[in-house]
Antibody
């Protein structure tokens, strides 16, 4: 069974940093591209970032470019999102999501909550 | 970037009704479109990909159609479990973008 378990969410002050993790199991992690998607309270889904299966290619939404860094450890089967210079508008539930063999996001974790507030 | 516009934002319907949700893309994207269902406090669930292919395990009352810039999700006979928020998403190229969502409510 595919499982994605996010962790690392917390309350942080504006300008602060946080690192999110996503532990993957139930599939061959190193074969799949991975994404982060966020959802502000009561709002819709917003794609944040993606990384290729070997980690060599990454992309970011304009809203986080230069502040967030996606990475992965294919030995530990873990996806990361390093978030720096956090802003109140970054407050959201952050989902880890797998890209399946059909090229679409097919599995999601349950999310980890990041709150940016003073 | 491709922008996705869903309509309606909210839809009120009854069990047994047939409902259709529309998603329009700002530029042609072939059929690289997915539909997700999300319930409160839960992760999204993939329903349909490549515009019309039903994900394994999804009931056949769900169907998708369209290509280019206009796509639809149809639920042929609403069941109580179907009341949720639905999102379209293109995966033609990065950045992947989602529609703003359609909340399907019980009338």
């Amino acid at each position: 069974e595919v499982q994605l378990v996010e962790s690392g969410g917390a309350l942080v002050q504006p300008g602060g940093s946080l690192r999110l993790s996503c532990a993957a199991s139930g599939f061959t992690f190193r074969n799949h591209w991975m994404n982060w998607v966020r959802q502000a309270p009561g709002k819709g889904l917003v794609w944040v970032s993606r990384i290729s299966s070997d980690g060599s290619a990454t992309s970011y939404a304009d809203s986080v470019k230069g502040r967030f860094t996606i990475s992965r450890d294919n030995v530990r089967n873990t996806l990361y999102l390093q978030m720096n210079s956090l802003r109140p508008e970054d407050t959201a539930l952050y989902f880890c999501a797998r890209v399946g063999s059909i090229a679409v996001i097919d599995y999601w974790g349950q999310g980890t909550l990041v709150t940016v507030s003073s | 970037d491709i922008q996705m516009t869903q309509s309606p934002s909210t839809l009120s319907a009854s069990v047994g009704d047939r409902v259709t949700i529309t998603c329009r893309a700002s530029q042609s994207m072939s059929n690289w479109l997915a539909w997700y269902q999300q319930k409160p406090g839960k992760a999204p669930k993939l329903l349909i990909y490549k515009a019309s292919t039903l994900q394994s395990g999804v009931p056949s009352r769900f169907s998708g159609s369209g290509s280019g810039t206009e796509f639809t999700l149809t639920i042929s006979s609403l069941q109580p479990d179907d009341f949720a928020t639905y999102y379209c998403q293109h995966y033609n190229s990065y950045p992947y973008t989602f529609g703003q969502g359609t909340k399907l409510e019980i009338k």
